[in-house]
């Protein structure tokens, strides 16, 4: 089963390129199957990692960045792949 783990975080204003540079620098302790990363409208960053795991599995995750750069707690969601009907 593949699962994506996303993670979201909304910059300090005027701070998004500060925070997209510090999630380009974040390694995890193991590589994903595939890793994204974006940026929307409000100095936000979005990371989706998939893994090749069960949904309660525990997989490695992106920390929290310093609470100088964000505006509040990073969301974070865990969604499962669905198989085409």
Known sequence: MTV???WEARAVPGRGEDLLAWVSEQRLPEEPLRRETFRAPEDRVLVITWWERSYDDQ???LPEPD???VT???HRWRFEAVPDA
């Open 4 to 6: 994506a783990l996303m």
């Open 59 to 61: 997989v490695p995750e």
């Open 67 to 69: 609470g100088e750069l």
């Open 72 to 74: 509040r707690a990073v």
